[in-house]
């Protein structure tokens, strides 16, 4: 007897072990319903299989739990098969009318008792789930003593004790199984819902990881990671160009100080070191490759403890923003320039031309040994007066008229000049025109300035045999003016201040001709960039852009 009230037990508890064998893994979760419907109505033919009848006439038998369960758990179309399964298997062991009528009576009050609990029960607490499962148990449970005392034959009043003992006994045994199962499922759910916000957990922590990577891939910093020893431990792509051509693997794992060699660049002290020893945020700007870098070294702080975690290692390229911040100082000086030739032009042409006026006419009624004294007074002031005019030029920031000119035809207009003056130096021109140019707006006399100007430096460049080379070009977009001289070259640290005002390599220079040129181009929308080769010569390259192109 008590192996078969075991085995009772054990079938009860089939649908609870199969759902948490069933519910281990998230992904089978869409089919859990199926598999605990399956598994309550294979549970209630064991039951009804192995029910024994103990010596007081009670049948033994558990199959209303897995009924219980698998209705609560299963949702409608689950409770629906199991209260078929459960119908016909109790209106195939009724022999009595009284059977009949109760178990009518218990179908009337059960069925819209369990389907206005089943929309309840899921949204219910664990107590709550527990006090609907144990109402549900106790109809039963009556169920179960009306049907035990209509099945007595003999029955007499001094044995109603006995009776109600045995009901109370098996009812208490019947709630006391199922508040166990629904236990062991609720724990079951708390579990496989556990996984899930893990599973999801995880999943966001990875695409989160994932659009990091993609951000620090794809972001045009320099971003380096590195942990607390100083190692690297995450490198970008645009950090790995400057160490070509070593590759990530080459790089991760290794210290930040071996990177920082492998670009050639030196620190009096690491500043991922510094971050590591103490301090708070380091910025530095290095040079790197030609180009410049604004550098940032910041800890990783570590949440929890406050502690740092690592030092994380930005480079952001500023050359450009040097380049432009660079031009800003430039254009300032020229506004200074512009101001200063705009309040001294009538203050100091005025006085000269009396000047030079009165000494034109002394220089008449001078002596003849005397006159070469003024010739020298009057070419100073024919001087002053060219620098003036450079001042007036260089402040000119008003729109200048255009007309569609011919940069060859503007060549050959003013080649005689070029050309006189290479004669008195002793040197060469060397002209080359090229074919078909197209047409460009222009204002003829400041393009005929630029070129003596540019000309003019290319001689001064020069020794006495020099040859100045001067070219037009028709590219597709653009048409090219080329100064090519044979002089000792320019050295690549002044190359980058040639245009400034007033920055000049000459002994009598003013420094105002090659800016004067930058202004020029820039008012025809072009551009002027200088080559040079120490020993070799210099080349000055304005490149105009075509009508309807952009340079």
């Known amino acids: 007897m008590l192996k078969d009230s075991l085995l009772q037990v054990l079938i ?4 609870v072990c199969c759902f948490m064998a069933w519910y281990s893994k998230p992904e089978q979760t869409r089919y859990s319903n199926i598999s605990l419907g399956l598994a309550c109505v294979v549970a209630m033919v064991l039951n009804m299989r192995f029910s024994i009848i103990n010596e007081h006439g009670v049948n033994l038998d558990l199959r209303h739990i897995p009924f219980i369960i698998g209705s609560l758990y299963g949702g409608l179309p689950v409770a629906v098969l199991l209260l078929i399964v459960y119908t016909a298997a109790k209106l195939s062991e009724m022999s009595t009318h009284w059977a009949y009528i109760i178990f ?9 008792l369990l389907y206005s609990r089943i929309s309840v029960f899921q949204g219910s607490s664990r107590r709550g789930k527990l006090k609907i499962a144990a109402f549900l148990c106790l109809l039963l449970s009556i169920l179960q003593g009306s049907s035990y005392f209509t099945s ?21 045994l019947f709630i006391s199984i199922t508040l166990v199962c629904v236990h062991y499922t609720e724990l079951c759910y708390d579990r496989i819902q556990l996984q899930l916000q893990l599973h999801d957990v995880s999943k966001k922590y990875r695409n989160e990881m994932r659009r990091l990577q993609q951000f620090i ?3 045009p910093l320099m971003v380096i990671f590195c942990d607390n020893n100083g190692v690297i431990t995450r490198i970008n792509d645009v950090a790995l160009k400057f160490v070509a051509p070593l590759g990530r693997n080459d790089i991760l794992y290794q210290k930040f100080s071996l990177f920082m060699d492998k670009m050639n660049v030196q620190f009096e002290k690491s500043p991922v070191e510094r971050v590591l020893r103490g301090e708070d945020k380091i910025t530095e700007i290095i040079r790197l490759h030609g180009r410049t870098f604004y550098t940032v070294s910041c800890p990783i702080k570590d949440l929890p403890s406050q502690g740092t975690d690592g030092v994380l290692f930005i480079g952001h390229d500023v050359t450009e923003l040097q380049r432009l911040k660079d031009e800003v100082d430039r254009m300032e000086r020229l506004s200074l320039v512009g101001q200063m030739a705009a309040s001294i032009t009538h203050e100091i ?3 000269m031309a009396v000047i ?3 000494v034109q006419l002394l220089n008449e009624r001078s002596p003849e040994e005397q006159k070469s004294y003024f010739r020298i007074v009057i070419d100073e002031l024919d001087r002053a007066n060219s620098i003036i005019n450079d001042f007036l030029s260089l402040a000119q920031n008003r729109i200048v008229e255009k007309e569609p000119s011919n940069l060859n035809d503007l060549l ?3 080649l005689p000049l070029i050309w006189a003056d290479a004669n008195l130096r002793g040197q060469m021109i060397d002209l080359r025109l090229g074919e078909e140019m197209e047409q460009l707006p222009m204002n003829s ?9 540019l000309a003019r430096n290319g001689m001064e460049a020069m020794n006495d045999k020099g040859v100045l080379r001067i070219e037009t070009l028709n590219l597709q977009e653009s048409i090219q003016l080329r100064m090519v001289d044979s002089g000792v070259g320019i050295p690549q640290e002044q190359l980058e201040r040639l245009f400034e005002p007033f920055y000049t390599t000459k002994t009598n220079g003013t420094g105002l001709g090659l800016a004067l040129c930058f202004s020029i181009v820039e008012r025809h929308n072009g551009k002027i960039h200088v080559e040079s080769t120490i020993g070799q010569g210099t080349t000055f390259i304005v490149t105009f852009s075509k009508l309807g192109k952009v340079s």
């Not at 007595?152 to 009812?171: K, M, N, Q, T, Y």
């Open 152 to 172: 007595l034959s003999d029955f007499e009043i001094a044995d109603l004790p006995e009776h109600l003992r045995v009901v109370l006994v098996f009812g208490a």
């Open 412 to 414: 050959n207009d003013i």
């Open 104 to 112: 009518a009576i218990f179908l009337l009050t059960f069925i819209p």
């Open 445 to 453: 006399k400041e393009m005929k300035q630029l070129i003596l100007n």
């Open 349 to 351: 042409r005025n006085p």
């Open 12 to 15: 009860a508890f089939l649908p």
């Open 356 to 358: 030079r006026g009165f």
């Open 217 to 219: 891939d794809n972001t």
